[in-house]
């Protein structure tokens, strides 16, 4: 099948949304736990694999830790062999490849940008250079400083600011962000209504 955006790497995904396609704001969302920041980072690998200029910002976990992530879903090899270096030949042999491929990608992990403000900027200097698709993970996590106002008022201000970003600059965001622990506590899959 031909997409009419970027290919996700999921082939469900792709078919619900037809590819990500640009001036578009796209969010994920899931319960605490649930891999989310692991899907999304899967999703920045593939498209920047594709040879799209990409940005990932990190306001869940430090770039490294991304890093090794992706290495480990690269290689096959498991997370917890790269972080206690208890791998076999082979697995160090894979990872080295991982690394390599991984360095020539055009992808970049960021962790500094933790205010909608830094967010904004990061954004902004990563299209001048030719960034088409921008992770940001996840939105509970963008602070507003001096923000008095109600958490999700704020959050609006933060997705309505994302969206602009897309539109504006003529690229793709995607946002990782949390549902509430209703769906938890009756021991239901989530719904839109659980995401605020």
């Given at each position: 099948?031909?997409?009419?955006g970027?290919t996700?790497?999921?082939?469900?995904l792709?078919?619900?949304?037809?590819?990500?396609?640009?001036?578009?704001f796209?969010?994920?969302?899931?319960?605490?736990?649930k891999?989310?920041s692991?899907?999304?980072?899967?999703?920045a690998h593939?498209?920047?694999?594709?040879?799209v200029?990409?940005?990932?910002?990190?306001?869940?976990?430090?770039?490294?830790q991304?890093?090794?992530?992706l290495?480990?879903?690269i290689?096959?090899v498991d997370?917890?062999?790269?972080q206690e270096?208890t791998?076999?030949?082979?697995?160090f042999?894979?990872?080295?490849?991982?690394?390599?491929?991984?360095?020539?990608?055009?992808?970049?992990i960021a962790?500094?940008?933790?205010?909608?403000?830094k967010?904004?900027e990061?954004?902004?200097?990563?299209?001048?250079?030719?960034?088409?698709?921008v992770v940001v993970?996840?939105?509970?996590?963008?602070g507003?400083?001096?923000?008095?106002?109600?958490?999700?008022?704020?959050?609006g201000?933060?997705?309505?600011?994302?969206?602009?970003l897309?539109?504006?600059h003529?690229?793709?965001v995607?946002?990782?962000?949390?549902?509430n622990?209703d769906?938890e506590?009756?021991?239901r899959?989530?719904?839109l209504?659980d995401?605020?």
């Amino acid at each position: 099948n031909v997409l009419i955006g970027l290919t996700t790497g999921f082939t469900k995904l792709n078919k619900f949304t037809n590819g990500f396609q640009k001036q578009n704001f796209y969010v994920v969302a899931g319960r605490p736990g649930k891999g989310k920041s692991a899907f999304i980072a899967q999703v920045a690998h593939r498209i920047a694999s594709e040879n799209v200029p990409t940005l990932f910002l990190s306001m869940e976990m430090p770039s490294k830790q991304i890093y090794k992530r992706l290495i480990s879903v690269i290689s096959h090899v498991d997370l917890i062999k790269i972080q206690e270096r208890t791998m076999t030949q082979q697995d160090f042999d894979n990872v080295a490849k991982a690394r390599f491929s991984l360095r020539k990608l055009p992808l970049t992990i960021a962790d500094k940008a933790l205010t909608l403000s830094k967010v904004i900027e990061a954004t902004e200097q990563a299209v001048r250079v030719g960034v088409k698709f921008v992770v940001v993970d996840y939105i509970q996590k963008v602070g507003v400083p001096n923000s008095n106002e109600n958490r999700s008022i704020v959050i609006g201000k933060i997705t309505g600011a994302l969206k602009e970003l897309a539109m504006q600059h003529d690229i793709i965001v995607l946002a990782a962000a949390q549902v509430n622990r209703d769906s938890e506590k009756e021991s239901r899959e989530p719904i839109l209504s659980d995401l605020r």
